[in-house]
């Protein structure tokens, strides 16, 4: 009975996941042209790295803040990979459904906001799996010098690790998306999370290039969990021991950040205005 009436309720947040699914397939063709800006992405970024090293390859051993050049150049096809997978626009499509209206017909159906929201980028993120990131891994694969996992169990746990990177997007997603119900315009915001993130989470630059207060307040927050984490997951530069307890803190953070996320809707809720319909 118990696992009947589990099922009922989590009935709901399927179909999401499946209209997800259904609604990206009209912009499909986005995804086929991000195969190849995520390959220039990488391109650039492969010279770019080549070029750093060049001098290091003479002078240090080949290292800089304890990465060889084959290193960095895998954290770099890896992560920009996995971003394909993990990336969501949450936020920008509540703050379309709040200037628009259309958030009242979310609000009457009885389910969670933020479970539905997730759902949906669960769906939407199955596409990308299918449509961008596995072909994007398979063209880099075969372009750039990309290194195998450093182990079966680095690579499980890099799994682990990179679910909850996109469970940590789409927490902080939801919650910069709330802020639209008081604020209506939230471009601002959601440019400066683009950034934050895009640095913070140690995809431009690892965090082991940060200066040490820097990379001090950074253990403190939620971001190179996103990206950083699972990339020195995948690289071995954590022991099976420490990659575990480096997903068991990314998932912490998730439960902080859902939590937070499901207490500021309950808040902004009591102040919401639904202009439109």
């Known amino acids: ?43 650039v970024y492969y010279f770019i790295w080549t070029a750093v090293y060049g001098p290091a390859l003479k002078t240090s051993g080949g290292t800089i803040a304890g990465y060889d050049l084959g290193q960095m150049l895998t954290y770099v096809s890896v992560g920009w990979i996995i971003r394909s997978f993990y990336w969501n626009t949450i936020d920008q499509e509540m703050a379309y459904e709040v200037l628009e209206g259309k958030i ?10 933020q479970g539905m929201w997730l759902a949906r980028a669960v769906g939407e993120s199955a596409f990308r799996l299918i449509l ?57 915001l959601i440019r400066a999370k683009y950034w934050l993130i895009e640095l913070l989470s140690g995809l431009l630059i690892p965090i082991a290039f940060f200066p040490a207060p820097l990379r001090a307040v950074s253990r403190w927050l939620p971001f190179e969990h ?52």
């Open 1 to 43: 009975m118990k696992i009947l009436a589990l099922s009922d309720t989590l009935a709901p947040y399927r179909e999401f996941s499946r209209i997800g699914f259904i609604n990206i397939l009209a912009f499909r063709l986005r995804y086929y042209t991000g195969i190849i800006t995520y390959l220039i992405n990488v391109t």
């Open 226 to 277: 996103i990206a950083y984490t699972p990339l020195q997951i995948y690289l071995g530069k954590l022991t099976p021991s420490e990659s575990l307890l480096g997903v068991a803190i990314s998932w912490a953070w998730v439960a902080v950040l859902l939590w937070a996320g499901h207490l500021w809707w309950k808040r902004a809720l009591t102040k919401i205005t639904i202009h439109g319909g």
């Open 132 to 188: 961008l990131t596995a072909p994007a891994a398979a063209i880099i694969a075969l372009i750039f010098p990309v290194h195998a996992p450093a182990s079966a169990a680095h690579f499980v746990l890099f799994l682990a690790a990179t679910a909850g990177s996109f469970l940590l997007m789409g927490a902080i997603s939801f919650l910069i998306g709330t802020c639209a119900v008081p604020l209506q315009s939230i471009l601002s």
């Open 104 to 113: 009242a017909m979310e609000l009457i159906k009885p389910v969670s906001v």
